[in-house]
């Protein structure tokens, strides 16, 4: 069973930080590009960042560059989403894929369920 599971605290307050969790099962996630995703309430899905195979960094939008950074764990299996001076702004549903390439032309295979992280004010 090929499946992403992304997680975390799920409430903070602004100014606070969060560090979401992506935990692969099924394939090894050193092997692919991994892209982390979110949808604000009533707005589109955006991406935020990848982290390719070869742990380059591509931010996706301006918003969160020098707020959040992406690493990983081989060990582990597992890529983390460090969310530094969060501003109510990020609320959003947040979700993890895995794909070949850090480039939004190209397809994302596997996508996580999503966890929700609310910044309160």
């Known amino acids: 069973d090929v499946q992403l599971q992304a997680s975390g605290r799920g409430v903070v307050r602004a100014g606070g930080s969060e560090r979401l969790s992506c935990t692969a099962s099924?394939?090894?996630?050193?092997?692919?590009?991994i892209g982390w995703f979110r949808r604000p309430p009533g707005k589109d899905q955006e991406g935020i960042l990848c982290?390719?195979?070869?742990?380059?960094?591509?931010y996706f939008i301006d918003s969160v560059k020098g707020r959040f950074t992406i690493s990983s764990d081989n060990a582990k299996n597992t890529v983390y989403l460090q969310m530094n001076n969060l501003e109510p702004e990020d609320t959003a549903e947040y979700y993890c894929?895995?794909?070949?390439?850090?480039?939004?032309?190209?397809?994302?295979?596997?996508w996580g369920q999503g966890t929700l992280v609310t910044v309160s004010s």
């Open positions: 894929a895995a794909g070949l390439l850090c480039s939004m032309r190209y397809p994302f295979y596997y």
């Open positions: 099924g394939f090894t996630l050193d092997d692919y590009a």
């Open positions: 982290i390719s195979s070869s742990k380059n960094t591509t």
